[in-house]
């Protein structure tokens, strides 16, 4: 048996199990592309404690801190049958994620927002037809291995570059789940087929190493974790990587043939908003009223006024973008220190 697959079990006596049919129309009645189902079974211990032994988790301590809740949905939610996961595509037509400085996921509205409004919609059909059913809903917040369990429920695979990887939208996908306290009348086949094969274009093509090949991501290298989550200086040897990069980063997608033929969606949630349209100097010199008349609503806000100008200081410098003098000049004495910092290092890669 395939390690990721969940052997069969008998409902429970006397709870008739809910019609999978019926949820996923729901569900994308609530806005979902994807919708799949998967047993609330606890995950084998190596699923995360890999990654968190090999120190791959930064200092993102939450992660080891309710490592226990993120294996074993029962400890979430009492009686925890099965997990409803779900899936949203985000590329729209018009997107190009070689041109802007923020990655894709993020030009649009935040989507933790969007996935959170579906997820209450979801929850308000679901209790409407089917009352009496428990659940736990996550979006990232709670200590919830989305990933795991789209790929369990059979919405994708996880690939080399440890995203999921889906048959319509590639790894442009993001993902939610809804844990029920019931059964359905049937689960996903597991994962699906992996296309990845010999392939290594997303891990040569890492600028700094971060993939392992073997589908996890070292978060003290991915520049989507410096430029979001880490709030200290980037360490040196990862800056000069940050060209053109200034929230997120999509190289390795980018790259992936899988993503070439991605089906684009046309959902205004997320459309490109214009704080996506700014360059890197432009975010560099972002002033505090263009901050709040673009940022706020968007998943940049997870950086903040400093940390994106900290991390466009960074990107000029990472370019030797002679032109951006005036704007580094005036950020390498700036009150907050990762700002100055960041520009008086971007000065010093300039010619003179």
Known sequence: MDPGAVAAEAPRPGRTPLPAARLRELGLGAGFHLV???RAEPLPPQTLGDWLAAGMAADMDWMAERAAERLDPGLLLPGARTVLALGCGYRVEADDADVSPVA????????HATLRDRLRALRRAMRAEFPGVADYGSVDHG?????????????????????????RFGSWVVLAALILDREVDAYGPGPTEDLCSRCRLCVDACPTDALDGAGRVDARRCLSYQTIENAGAVPEPLRTALEGIVFGCDICQSVCPLNAGALPIDDVRFRPRPVAALDVRALAALSPD??????????????GYHGLRRNAAYALGAARDAEARPILE?????????VSEAARWALGRLAP
């Open 143 to 167: 200590p919830v291995m989305e990933k795991v369990w789209a790929a369990r429920a059979g919405l994708g695979y996880v690939a080399r570059n440890g995203c999921l990887v889906t048959p």
């Open 36 to 38: 799949g189902f998967a």
């Open 104 to 111: 894709a996921y993020a030009r649009g509205r935040d989507y």
């Open 290 to 303: 263009t901050y709040r008349a673009l940022v706020p609503g968007t998943a940049l806000a997870r950086a």
């Open 330 to 338: 005036a950020l390498s004495s700036d009150p907050n220190p990762g």
